[in-house]
């Protein structure tokens, strides 16, 4: 029950594409859901997270949909950039709940 | 404001040593938790401590312990090495307990490798 399923375990877009990374859960008593991104030699840096009392949110080119019935989250990237290759890592926590993670997205974006 | 410091940033060990790594979290941050990342494993949760209380403890043997001082810096100890621990360890701060869905601010790591 204290699980988060990330999918995929990597993923090649190219350039301008929408890379989608899909996350699920079990625990409906989590209500705090991060997205963390790392690019290689750095710690994870949280890039975007959301409540479950909305169904999405955006920050810049980065969006969060909430489906709360699916117990399901996933991080679409618009207009996907070089830049943006990195490991891309969900999680999810709740008041009494330490963060649980998923196990990592590896995103490359193709020039 | 400075960020998550984590020393040693990289040390070689031998099987059987013993290994102390170090973590100074934002000034101000009371939380501090530890991960092991290695390559296809993802972040698997090591500690988490507040306020010099260990709170949480992940599914690792206890040859890994670690501590938290009272200026809120930590320590994690690996004894008796073996080959597997080779990885890196990140440390996170933040101000409240995770759980508490408080942004976690990571250092870049110590990367630990055993030969």
């Known amino acids: 029950q204290q699980q988060v399923k990330q999918s995929p375990q990597s993923l090649i877009v190219q350039k301008g594409g929408i890379p989608i990374i899909n996350c699920a859960y079990e625990?409906?008593?989590?209500?705090?859901f991060p997205w963390y991104q790392q690019f290689p030699g750095k710690g994870p840096a949280l890039l975007i997270a959301i409540r479950p009392d909305v169904s999405e949110k955006k920050e810049g080119r980065f969006t969060i949909s909430f489906n709360k019935s699916a117990k399901q989250f996933s991080l679409h990237i618009m207009d996907s950039q070089p830049g943006d290759s990195a490991t891309y890592f969900c999680?999810?926590?709740?008041?009494?709940?330490?963060?649980?993670w998923g196990a990592g997205t590896k995103l490359i974006i193709k020039p | 404001k400075a960020g998550v410091t984590q020393t040693p940033r990289y040390l070689i060990k031998t099987r059987g040593q013993q290994v102390t790594l170090s973590c100074s979290p934002i000034s101000g941050h009371r939380s501090v938790s530890w991960y092991q990342q290695t390559p296809g494993q993802g972040l698997q949760f090591l500690f988490e401590y507040f306020s010099e209380t260990q709170r949480n403890k992940g599914n690792f043997p206890g040859r890994f312990s670690g501590r938290q001082f009272s200026n809120s810096r930590s320590e994690m100890n690996v004894s008796t090495l073996e080959l597997g621990d080779s990885a890196l360890y990140l440390c996170?701060?933040?101000?409240?307990?995770?759980?508490?869905?408080?942004?976690?601010?990571f250092g870049e790591g110590s990367r630990l490798t055993v030969l």
């Open positions: 996170a701060s933040s101000l409240d307990p995770p759980g508490t869905t408080g942004e976690l601010f």
């Open positions: 999680a999810a926590s709740g008041s009494n709940y330490q963060l649980i």
């Open positions: 625990n409906t008593a989590f209500d705090y």
